[in-house]
């Protein structure tokens, strides 16, 4: 919004103008399914926003919307004062932030938002220069409880700067240090997808004991499993297998976790369904227990 010189602002326009120039510029790297409308969350708040994303197709939307769109992660963080980053895996990130580094000025805070574990949060932190602060912020919820701000943020580090940013998405639980969040995460995370993958076996035990499936989905779905049999049989949820899988991945490497490793046998025995929702498991366990042994 720019006015003409001696053209006259009102004061609701004064005001407005007044609190865009208060807020923090900032950059958002990732445009996925939980960065989207993370981002566009932001935009409805004021927020100026630069956005990127590797599939630049994904981020052309956002400049009707009022974001500018970057052609590289390092032009969008040129003019930053946070940025967020919110990719898929630890590799991924360890690639963005190595790529920004040297473009990160001092008073800089860097929000790492994506599921990658405190291990490899450790390894971001070592590749900022001094002077740049980071909080992870991973977030438990799905992509449309981003998209109405209902988010769980699992924040770690110092959240003075950024606690208003934060809670644009969603509630802010303060975890301590950083790398605490991200440590929460992992453990929330894994509850919930081997309580799914649970769900799936007990689906699959009353297809052998010949109990009808409304029957089991009803009484799991009353029990002391609601939440977890809520969220196996959700729809629209979009939680790729794959993702999953990674995340597990993350937990077991951090521990002995024998029942989790089983989990990830699971959720990497449909190879062709790696795209999948979370809750497609059950599908996927019911079908494989109905076929019987194969080879």
């Avoid at 001696?6 to 790297?29: H, P, S, T, V, Y």
């Avoid at 934060?166 to 303060?174: P, Q």
């Avoid at 004991?209 to 009803?218: A, H, I, N, Y």
């Avoid at 597990?248 to 989990?263: E, G, Y």
Wanted: charged residues 20%.
């Amino acid at each position: 919004m720019s006015y003409p010189k001696g053209q006259a602002r009102g004061d609701k326009e004064n005001l407005a103008w007044k609190r865009m120039e208060r807020m923090e510029r900032i950059a958002f790297l990732g445009l996925g399914i939980m960065g989207s409308p993370m981002a566009r969350r932001l935009l409805a708040a004021g927020y100026p926003l630069t956005v990127w994303n590797r599939t630049a197709a994904r981020a052309e939307p956002f400049r009707a919307e009022g974001a500018s769109v970057a052609a590289s992660p390092a032009e969008a963080v040129r003019d930053a004062s946070v940025v967020i980053t919110m990719l898929a895996d630890p590799t991924a990130v360890r690639e963005v932030v190595a790529g920004i580094a040297r473009q990160l000025r001092p008073g800089t805070t860097l929000i790492e938002a994506s599921t990658i574990g405190p291990q490899a949060l450790e390894e971001v932190a070592a590749l900022l220069p001094g002077g740049v602060a980071l909080v992870d912020a991973p977030v438990m919820g799905s992509a449309d409880r981003a998209a109405s701000g209902q988010l769980v943020v699992l924040a770690g580090g110092d959240l003075t700067k950024v606690r208003p940013i934060l809670e644009v998405f969603g509630s802010v639980t303060e975890c301590g240090a950083a790398g605490q969040g991200a440590a929460l995460k992992i453990v929330l995370i894994t509850a919930v997808i081997a309580g799914v993958t649970v769900v799936g076996e007990a689906m699959a035990l009353g297809d052998a004991l010949g109990l009808p499936e409304d029957l089991v989905t009803g009484a799991l779905a009353s029990g002391p499993l609601a939440g977890i049999a809520g969220r196996a049989f959700a729809q629209g949820a979009d939680y790729p297998l794959r993702l999953a899988a990674k995340d597990v991945t993350l937990a077991t490497a951090s521990a002995d976790l024998p029942l989790l490793r089983i989990v990830h046998d699971w959720l990497i025995a449909f190879p062709d369904a790696g795209s999948e929702d979370l809750g497609q498991i059950v599908r996927h366990i019911r079908a494989q227990q109905q076929a019987g042994p194969t080879g």
